[in-house]
């Protein structure tokens, strides 16, 4: 299971405690992962507080995606929504990522929609469609809009998404 690197290293899941195996929070990485031994961690991404999933069946690199392309994310405050990406690559700066780069991806929300991530929602997937293509993770807002660190960086920290075929 990965989340964004800033967030604590004690994390659980209905209960038990997943061991916390390593992080990275610089650079081009916001990003940690934690083993799950007490359950089969499915190929899945999580889109509604009540447990609804989706498969991942694709990744989608930083290289592949362009301004305007529709994604979704899921945050444990805002919930499921859609935006769209209007900055790739883009630089946070060293409040979202401590000697961040243009490595990051910066989406607005869609018209009359409320914030695309507020506090509480850094770790949540990022994504598109259903099957879901994984496009990273969310790390912090800028306003209203939602900055994500793309899934190709995982393997900075020995990890990667893994994909269910359709």
Request: some cysteine; hydrophobic content about 30%.
């Amino acid at each position: 299971m990965s989340i964004a690197g800033h967030c604590p290293n004690s994390q659980s899941y209905l209960g038990d405690a997943l061991p916390f195996i390593q992080q990275q929070y610089s650079g081009n990485t916001d990003a940690q992962w934690h083993t799950t031994p007490t359950f089969t961690d499915p190929n899945k991404i999580r889109v509604t507080s009540s447990g609804t999933t989706r498969n991942v069946t694709s990744r989608k690199p930083l290289s592949q995606m362009v301004q305007g392309e529709a994604v979704c994310k899921y945050g444990t405050t805002t919930l499921f929504d859609c935006g769209e990406i209007s900055i790739v690559p883009y630089d946070p700066g060293d409040t979202c990522v401590p000697s961040s780069g243009s490595t990051y991806v910066r989406v607005d929300p869609n018209p009359n929609a409320g914030d695309m991530a507020e506090g509480g929602d850094s770790g949540g997937p990022v994504f598109h469609n259903n099957p879901a293509k994984a496009y990273g993770t969310i790390s912090c807002q800028s306003g209203v809009d939602m900055i994500f660190m793309p899934q190709n960086f995982l393997p900075n920290i020995g990890v990667e998404v893994d994909i269910t075929t359709p």
